[in-house]
């Protein structure tokens, strides 16, 4: 038995809807069942029955009117490429939760305004629905059944009218923001069809409440009608009517309801309104077989039968992407956002989704409506594609993604002009001159510069232990780095990798690169359609990975990552690759790689590469990377995170001329100027490129500088500051020439927030300075171990403090000004210093509660400002004794090694969000932990102090996950004099 098509299935429910309305009309006729409560609504009251059969005979062809008129368009999905959606057991949860982001506006909320407009309207009109059918199951149940009375009927009333507001006031709300704010995005696609919607929803809730007045007026306003809380008001503007014309009336209202209801299933699948339907369930069809940084793969072409690459027309599309074209809301937030489009370009990724539309309803059979009305001169005359796009619009695409994941109903734009792209190439050569350059250059020398392959590996040669492996041996090192084109022959990027280089060994990485056999990974190739040329040099590097055995991968480049990570496995090729920023990210947390005492006195905004951050969602690791420098202010531009603007390379870009408006990467540096950063760093080689250019055109090559976050830190290290010597190199008195150091960064990685959320955080430090005196080795009585006044340096993951007899401020905070700070007092005197530290923002001595807050990506890609709080009572020794006025049991050890244990920092972690309109609060960690100090007796020697954490199952730093709102378990440590104190588990509070 053949299966039936999908707009057969269609036809099926149509018929169905249609007969079982017909049916409910008759059922009441012939049961006979009436509701006996005088607390309740007479269903159809004063309509007189040829009314009451033309209602569900109307209503039941309608429907299937309706169904008919979809499957028409499901016709015209029919007629693309097959593509796989099934939902299986891998992907149903996936399916469901984008399912559910997609009835519940949880993309919509993206733009606040726009969600909670379409929250009202959508929800009002839902809870609507649903009231109507409850009266209808009510009307149809016999007596015994019947629930809609007494104290039912009541709250019914009551929620039937306040969803009838919300729905009322969307749609008010919705006229206003089209007719009179009239933003850009939405004023250049208004069209009539949206006054026609709008009309009908407002006719729809405006008929519905008078109809209810008039409906209560006419039996005389009962009290338990008060609890309508509309319709009651309402009947009293007629409690002066004679009867007759109240029931006239109320008959002509309710017709003129039932005509708006009518309307609404004739423009529902006429109109743009049909993504009602059709959005959430293309968001339920999101979830594909491949990374969403991947093209859609083809087959090998050197083996392939096919004769015909890319697309053209309709037919060349997959069913998804043209039912995409009828899910498109048209509120053209993928314009708002495409950075060829704000930059004067012809391109405007809406236009591409709408037009594939126009040319695939034109060319339907029979034809069907747009997906949004055109012009009468625009004219589809054959199925081509190129018939309403230009190839203008295709080339001037970046492939940011800015458009897919701005999308609240999960579009695939990018795809589509991907294929497009790989028709003109493949198919019609039609493709910018200087791309084929960059061709030949791929071809020939195997990377996009057309420079000898054997220079590839020059840039280590000024480094000693850089290993270079011919592709004829085995690969026994742990990572192959994958340097990429730019990290070889471009000179800027030289020095990225380097500095990269460096960082490896000096973590200890076990690495090698290939040097002159490395090749271009093709993704310029494939982006540009030329999907030949990229499977050419694909399976080059596949076969050599593969005969090397090579299983872990770096690159620099996030194009190199996205390719070797997403699309080499489509051909084979199966690797762990890891781009440097996470590499980065890993070593400096696992401390394999220690940033102690580096600094970067600095103000420092970070720009989002495209194919690091949309299309592979690394946010968060290279602003952990910079941030876990010292000194550093981390500033945002506006457009960050999932929101951050190309640089204009990305689609291969990089090697096109940019002729038409302005450049990308003028608009984008102009931005990271106006931070007022002193550096922009980068995590790609062509944002280098794009960002370094751009701020030489405006000349502030001497004020700002672009750097690769790996040259950041290697700068950083090399210049790392003597923080044990002071100013003038003098020692303050009672400070030996290296003091005291405590390192207390381990001692709140539980509290990892602070750096995993580096924009808009806020720490406030409380130091205490107490005296202390140490029992002398053997001897009763107490003795100061040193003078009235010490050096000592305190180190908060990244935060830099010293205080000295002099009151001199060596080293301060990292965006903490200003900076309070004052004498250490001598021993057994008390004072306090207070810190206030902002890492991100504005510095300010007062926690603010959302002021400077920059834009982050905590988790489902939901834009989230997060605002920590953390203070902290440390005991700073006199001479790292006991944090008492007394001393300590004493353990003498070898060479005077006096131990002692003492109450060590309590810690507590508040998180501040905003979520849903409201502040949430939630405690994160709470604890005491004890610090075990070692004091060489000699004071003129460096005195070492060390942080010992009770053993327990969770590590400190393992304490809170990456923007996790809980933590599973806490550690508490009593305060005890006993150096055997153990752990005490508690439940971790929020």
């Known amino acids: 038995m053949r299966r039936p098509k999908p707009h057969q299935l269609i036809l099926a429910i149509g018929v169905v809807a249609a007969v079982g309305t017909v049916g409910s009309g008759i059922a009441p006729s012939v049961t006979g069942w009436e509701e006996e409560s005088h607390i309740h ?78 929250s009202l309207i959508y929800f009002g009109f839902i809870g609507l629905f649903i009231t109507t059918v409850l009266l209808e199951v009510d009307h149809q149940l016999p007596e015994s059944l019947k629930f809609l009375h007494g104290d039912t009927y009541k709250a019914y009333s009551a929620g039937s009218d306040t969803v009838g507001v919300v729905f009322v006031v969307g749609i008010l ?74 029931r006239d009336a109320h008959r002509w209202t309710w017709g003129i309801h039932f005509l708006a209801f009518l309307a609404f299933l004739v423009i529902l699948p006429t109109t743009k309104l049909r993504h009602m339907i059709t959005s959430p369930m293309n968001m339920y069809l999101h979830d594909k077989d491949r990374p969403k940084g991947a093209m859609s793969p083809l087959p090998n072409l050197m083996e392939t039968e096919l004769e015909t690459f890319g697309a053209s027309v309709v037919e060349d599309f997959t069913w998804k992407q043209l039912f995409d074209t009828d899910a498109c809301t048209v509120c053209g937030r993928c314009t708002s956002v495409c950075p060829a489009h ?20 034109a060319t339907g059979s029979p034809p069907v409506s747009p997906p949004v009305g055109v012009d009468k001169e625009i004219t589809v005359s054959a199925g081509s594609l190129f018939e309403r796009i230009s190839s203008e619009e295709l080339w001037a695409c970046t492939s940011c993604r800015a458009c897919d994941e701005i999308c609240p109903v999960n579009i695939e734009i990018l795809d589509k002009v991907l294929d497009m792209r790989r028709y003109k190439s493949l198919m019609e050569s039609d493709f910018p001159a200087e791309l084929g350059n960059t061709y030949r250059s791929m ?22 232990g850089v290993r270079v492996i011919d592709p004829g041996d085995d690969f026994d090192h ?21 500095a990269l280089a460096k960082l490896l060994q000096r973590a200890g990485i076990d690495f090698a690169i290939l040097g002159p056999s490395e090749m271009c990974t093709g993704d310029p190739a494939r982006r540009s359609g030329n999907e030949y040329l990229f499977q050419m040099l694909a399976m080059q590097n596949i ?4 005969g090397m055995g090579v299983r872990k991968i770096i690159t620099q480049c996030p194009h190199c990552f996205n390719t070797m990570k997403n699309e080499y496995p489509q051909y084979g090729g199966e690797y762990e690759v890891i781009h440097h920023s996470q590499l980065l990210d890993q070593l400096v947390a696992d401390g394999r790689l220690s940033l102690a005492g580096a600094t970067l006195e600095e103000r420092v905004t970070y720009h989002d590469s495209c194919y690091l951050g949309r299309h592979n969602d690394v946010y968060v690791a290279p602003r952990k990377v910079i ?32 002729g038409i408006g302005k450049k990308i990467s003028s608009e984008r540096s102009q931005e990271a100027v106006a931070t007022g950063a002193d550096r922009i760093a980068v995590a790609c080689p062509f944002c280098y490129v794009m960002m370094d250019d751009g701020v030489k055109e405006q000349g502030k090559e001497d004020d700002v500088r672009v750097q690769d976050i790996a040259e950041m830190l290697v700068e950083a290290l090399e210049a790392e500051p003597d923080l044990t010597a002071p100013a003038g190199g003098a020692s303050p008195r009672g400070c030996s020439s290296a003091a005291v150091r405590l390192d207390h960064r381990r001692q709140l990685r539980g509290a990892r927030p602070v750096k995993d959320h580096a924009v808009g955080t806020e720490v406030e430090l409380t130091l205490h300075h107490r005296g202390a005196s140490l029992r002398a080795a053997g001897g009763g009585g107490s003795e100061p171990l040193v003078g009235e006044e010490r050096c000592y340096v305190l180190q908060l993951r990244g935060v830099g403090l010293r205080v000295d007899g002099s009151g001199d401020r060596r080293d301060h905070a990292v965006g903490a000004e200003p900076l309070q700070h004052g004498r250490v007092p001598p021993v057994g005197r008390h004072q306090e210093i207070a810190v206030t530290l902002q890492v ?102 460096v005195a070492e102090d060390h942080l010992a954490l009770p053993q327990a199952p969770h590590q400190p730093g393992e304490l809170l996950e990456l923007g996790g709102r809980h933590v599973r378990d806490a550690v508490r440590v009593e305060e005890s004099g006993d150096p055997t104190a153990q752990a005490q588990r508690e439940p971790a509070v929020g």
């Open 41 to 118: 609504r007479v269903v159809f009251g004063n309509i007189p029955t040829p009314m009451k059969v033309a209602f569900y005979a109307v209503v039941g062809t309608m429907l299937f009117v309706t169904a008919w008129l979809i499957s028409l368009r499901v016709r015209n999905y029919e007629r693309g490429r097959p593509d796989d959606r099934r939902t299986t057991k891998e992907n149903a949860k996936q399916r469901l939760a984008d399912f559910r982001s997609g009835v519940w506006m949880r993309t919509l909320m993206r733009d606040p305004g726009a969600g909670v407009m379409h």
């Open 173 to 246: 709300w919705a006229i206003v923001r089209r007719y009179v704010q009239r933003p850009y995005r939405i004023r250049i696609k208004t069209k009539p069809e949206d006054a026609v919607i709008l009309a009908t929803f407002l006719f729809i809730g405006v008929t519905g409440f008078l109809a209810e007045g008039l409906r209560i007026a006419l039996v005389g306003r009962p009290d338990f009608e008060k609890f309508s809380i509309v319709g009651y008001p309402i009947s009293e503007l007629f409690t002066s009517w004679a009867p007759n014309s109240l």
């Open 342 to 361: 704000a930059t004067g370009k012809p391109l405007d990724p809406r236009e591409i989704v709408l037009k594939v539309g126009e040319v695939m309803a």
């Open 443 to 464: 071809e020939n020398s195997a990377n996009v510069y057309g420079m000898n392959q054997g220079e590839r590996g020059d840039w280590a040669s000024s480094l000693d």
């Open 478 to 498: 742990e990572y192959l780095v994958w340097v990429g084109c730019a990290g070889s022959f471009d000179d800027r990027n030289k020095k990225a990798s380097r």
């Open 543 to 546: 076969e050599m990975l593969g």
């Open 627 to 658: 941030g876990a420098l010292g000194g550093v202010e981390i500033v945002e531009m506006p457009r960050n995170g999932t929101r951050g603007m190309c640089c204009g390379a990305g689609g291969a870009r990089m090697w096109m001329e940019e």
């Open 840 to 941: 991100g923002g504005q510095a300010s001595d007062r926690l603010a509660e959302s002021e400077g807050l920059g834009e982050m990506v905590a988790d489902s890609r939901i834009a989230r400002p997060h605002l920590y709080r953390i203070r902290v009572a440390t005991g700073l020794l006199g001479a790292a004794l006991h944090g008492g006025d007394t001393a300590g049991e004493g353990l003498v050890g070898e060479e005077g090694v006096q131990h002692d244990h003492v109450e060590g920092p309590s810690a507590e972690c508040e998180r501040v969000w905003a979520e849903g309109g409201e502040t949430q609060r939630d405690v994160l960690v709470e604890r005491r932990v004890e610090v075990q100090h070692r004091v060489l007796a000699d004071p003129a020697v």
